[in-house]
């Protein structure tokens, strides 16, 4: 391993030759991209690999950057890896800042975030220079360096909690105004929170009116409403007016930590040497972390199970320590070989930066590959997966809490147990019934325990064909469709599974015609057919069976990407072939691209393309409305065969379109490398698979179109929504500056008491229209926040009063859940406003009816409750609408309001 510099032609001919799993993550590309493209890249110590064979093991992420810039990369690179280390490269993902900040111990890592990203701006634009939407680590470390104290002063801006000045921008407002003058600081929050307290021209008061203005504030308008908070900031700690067409002040204190990025002396390169890791070396390793949070528990445990069995698979990513000697990545394999008490060599870099620890990886191993980066089989997954099954049930550890075998223990159990292998086929053929790695695993199970009766017992689960009624095998049948509908998970597929082969047995015992010496299970016909009829027939059958457990598949609308998978699989099954595909029709290249298949190696479903017409037989299939079948495919003249067919040796093939009720979909193709003749009775069968396929294709189409016409109702929706409340909005802001301006007491009064009112109503509307997207309420929480919204809105009259909520459990439909939500509110809003001392809300249900009930002790006088008239009035007349009624009681003690609801369903 050495540090290479390499250029964007290089990255191009290494991503050439990525291993097949591999996929780019845009996310780190664009955070590679950015660090690359600002000179903040730098040599964290972790390598782009490369196979013996040339294939990219690791690095993809990185050299697409380097690419997309078009700038060299400098990295450590690793050459001439086995190809088997793979699965034991950890994935690089930048650790988030906010991960960083709670390993750290701070105790609001995001809004600190917040904080000292608005810093940076705010510096920015006060030395004009261009502007970073997310700060890096190095940058986030000078501020936090150089500010103590900034923790509690966002701990003290988090619990402003009544605040109305957005928390992006309050956190902010507070600790620049703290840097001056705590008191005059303290004094604009004040005025923010209570205008009326203040003259109209005070700094706080005009900044509240633009905040209500802009309750909800889009990212465009937040820059400018800080703007304007900063010059209220400073308006009141000069104690002047406020003057928005004032210049950006700059209030930032001395001395104030050096947030422009300064011009580093360049860093030496890391130092690599391989070292042998003892425990010892370990824990002093370990002593000098950079943090002693974020395990990741099960990686852990891995780590320590390969090396305490001595299967620890060694590869290049190091250890890497800092210019000061501090560990910054690496802890999980050096704890590991602690905990297993066992020595590992690995390579260790020192000398990589400090700021390097944001850069390194959080996640955990890569899933299994079965076979080499550069050499898979197909269905490695699945394989995997099996393998994964057998050790959870038969060789994890009591007291283990990993949920996966690591990919040493993988490799081990293939290679003691081939037979999974070779399963996969079967355990695809049955994936109709429950998840594929449950029957593979548990067709393995059966065969080691009775080989000749489980392979009576999968053939006749596979088909359903030919049994009595009553049979174990069909009520087993019964039992795992319907929990693959249900959603079962694989331990109780697996059960299930078991225990149906467990009852076969049995009823075999029972008939006294046990399966290890019958060849097929006993039907219902008294006298078998001739041989060759008999095998025809078994054929046609197995067929049905086919085509009609495929319909059932269908019913469940599996997504597409499923559908077409078990659409090959079926078709491959039924023809008795190795190969199928399935193949969709693109308008834009006009050509049938492979989106689903069977028997074809890694990298060739979803990258293949076969041209129309004569180029292909699955072509000209599509182009002429046809069914296509050719026993002798290499001397069939009507097109051309596709080197893909050449390749893999394909003598025969069926293609029928996969029509619908538009355009044709593509076609569905089986391939067969073996001689032999399709018959009109295969070419009927693939065509009723692909009728199915097409019509379920066709309703997943109408179920995507009717899905994107209720997403385009709710947006509308939405807008409206946000357009009612910008208007409820500068209703307020017009009544509040009335009220400023009125000389008359009352007027003044009622005009203040409107204002709340409106945007007490905002507040309360936006609660009923979340409740409005949902199909049943839960009405515990759905009333808390309703009383929550108003309170927080009415915030002045509510302030030194208890508002208790006392509401029974239970759903109502949105539909009613809104009528009581706006029913509640109003009888709120009165209680508040013309009541006085403690409120009590009391919701309680005793079919065929529901009752609210709002209480506030010391009433107003009755010219006092006047003024709500119109509001009880409008509630009074949506309740009676609705089968109910509201009464009002009043006396010198209390005022009750009282609301009968009918209950829901019930006719109004």
């Keep these: 391993m050495a540090i290479e510099i390499l250029s964007p032609a290089a990255a191009a001919a290494l991503l050439a030759q990525h291993w097949p799993g591999a996929s780019v993550d845009d996310t780190a590309v664009a955070q590679y991209r950015e660090a690359m493209r600002q000179g903040r890249w730098m040599l964290n110590g972790m390598p782009i690999i490369v196979s013996a064979s040339g294939v990219l093991l690791d690095g993809v992420q990185r050299l697409h950057a380097s690419l997309a810039e078009e700038l060299p990369l400098t990295s ?80 003290e801006s988090l619990a402003m909690t009544h605040s109305p000045l957005p928390e992006a921008l309050r956190t902010a407002i507070l600790y620049l105004g703290l840097q001056h003058d705590r008191v005059r600081t303290l004094r604009l929050f004040e005025a923010l929170r209570h205008p009326q307290r203040f003259q109209p021209e005070e700094p706080g008061v005009v900044l509240r009116a633009a905040v209500d203005l802009h309750r909800r504030v889009r990212p465009a308008a937040l820059d400018a409403l800080f703007t304007l908070a900063l010059q209220a900031l400073r308006a009141t700690l000069d104690g002047t007016a406020l003057s928005p067409d004032a210049p950006l002040p ?118 299994f590959q079965v076979g080499t980066a550069g ?14 099954l057998l050790w959870r049930r038969e060789q994890r550890a009591p007291n283990s809490q990993a949920r996966g075998a690591t990919a040493a223990e993988i490799s081990r159990i293939l290679d003691d147990h081939p037979r999974l292998r070779e399963l996969r086929g079967l355990a695809r053929r049955l994936v109709g019934l429950g998840n594929a790695s449950v029957m593979g695993y548990g067709a393995f199970v059966m065969e080691r325990a009775d080989p000749r009766a489980a392979s009576v017992f999968l053939r006749a689960l596979e088909t359903g064909a030919d049994l009595p ?83 059932r598949f269908v019913l469940d609308g599996p997504e597409e990407a499923a559908l077409l998978q078990e659409a090959a699989r079926a078709a491959a099954a039924g023809l008795h072939a190795p190969f199928s595909k399935v193949l969709q029709h693109e308008p834009g290249t006009d050509s049938l691209l492979l989106r689903a298949g069977m ?65 044709p979909f593509g076609v569905l193709e089986v391939d067969d490398n073996t001689p032999g003749r ?72 009622i005009l203040e008491h409107s204002a709340q009112r409106i945007i007490t109503i905002a507040m309360v509307s936006e609660r009923i229209e979340q409740a409005s997207r949902q199909e049943a309420v839960e009405l515990g929480a759905y009333l808390e926040g309703l009383v929550a919204a108003v309170r927080d809105g ?20 949105a539909e009613r859940a ?86 829901p369903g019930a006719a109004p």
């Design 76 to 155: 450590f690179v690793a050459r001439d890896v086995p190809d088997d280390v793979l699965p034991s490269i950890d994935q690089h993902n930048r650790r988030s800042l906010r991960s960083i900040l709670a390993a750290r111990g701070s105790g609001h890592p995001q809004a600190l975030i917040g904080l000292i990203t608005r810093l940076l701006r705010y510096d920015d634009a006060l030395a004009a220079r261009a502007t970073t939407n997310v700060p890096g680590w190095p940058d986030m470390e000078r501020v936090l360096l150089a500010s103590p104290g900034i923790e509690e002063v966002v701990a």
């Design 250 to 367: 700059d209030l930032r204190g001395a001395p104030w930590p050096p947030l422009a990025p300064s011009a580093a002396a360049p860093a030496a390169s890391p130092i690599l040497t391989h070292e042998f890791i003892t425990p010892a070396t370990a824990q002093a390793y370990l002593r000098n972390s950079a943090t002693a949070g974020g395990l990741i528990t099960a990686h852990l445990e891995a780590l320590t199970r390969d090396i305490a069995a001595g299967r620890w698979m060694a590869n290049p990513q190091p250890i890497c320590l800092s210019t000061s000697g501090r560990l910054v990545n690496g802890r999980h394999r050096l704890m590991a070989v602690v905990a297993a008490d066992r020595p590992i060599a690995v390579p260790v870099i020192r000398g990589v930066p400090e700021a390097a620890y944001a850069t390194y990886d959080t996640r955990n191993k890569r899933p």
């Design 375 to 388: 050499r898979s089989f197909g269905d490695e997954a699945l394989v995997a997966a099996m393998a994964n």
């Design 469 to 551: 009624r009553r049979h174990p095998i069909l009520a087993l049948r019964a039992t795992l469709l319907r929990m693959r509908a249900d959603g079962a998970s694989q331990d109780e597929q697996l059960a299930a599974l078991l225990e149906g082969w467990e009852q076969f047995r049995l009823h075999e015992l029972a008939q006294n015609t046990p399966a290890q010496q019958s060849q097929r299970i006993p039907t219902t016909r008294d006298a078998p057919p001739t041989r060759d009829a008999a095998a025809e027939l078994a054929r046609r059958r197995h067929q049905q069976a086919i085509t009609a457990t495929f319909g």
């Design 599 to 663: 028997g074809w190696p890694a990298g060739v479903v979803g990258n293949t393309r076969f041209g129309l017409g004569a180029d292909s037989p699955a072509g000209f299939a599509f182009s002429t409305g046809r069914s296509i079948v050719s026993d002798r495919i290499d001397g069939d003249q009507r097109f051309t065969l596709p080197p893909l067919l050449k390749a893999h040796g394909i003598i025969r093939q069926i293609n029928v379109v996969i029509g619908g009720a538009g355009a």
């Design 678 to 749: 399709f018959d009109a009775a295969d070419v009927s069968f693939l065509a009723a698979l692909a009728g199915s396929l097409g019509l379920a294709l066709e309703r997943a189409r109408e179920r995507a179109d009717h899905a994107a016409m209720l997403r385009a109702r709710d947006t509308a929706f939405a807008d409206l929504q946000h357009r009612m409340r910008n208007s409820l909005q500068l209703a307020h802001t017009v009544l509040t500056l009335q009220a400023a301006e009125a000389e008359d007491e009352a007027a003044r009064d």
């Design 794 to 813: 009415l915030a002045g009259l509510a302030e030194g009063r208890s508002v208790a909520l006392d509401a029974e459990a239970g759903t109502w439909p």
């Design 818 to 903: 809104q009528l009581l939500g706006i029913i509640m509110a109003e009888l709120l809003i009165n209680a508040l406003q013309h009541g006085r001392g403690a409120v009590l809300v009391r919701f309680s249900q005793a079919p065929p009816a529901a009752r609210l009930e709002v209480s506030a002790r010391e009433p107003a006088d009755a010219a006092m409750l006047a003024a709500t008239a119109g509001g009880m009035r409008i509630a009074a007349a949506l309740l009676r609408e609705h089968g109910g009624a509201l009464t009002q009681q009043r006396d010198a003690l209390s005022l009750r309001m009282v609301a009968e609801f009918a209950w």
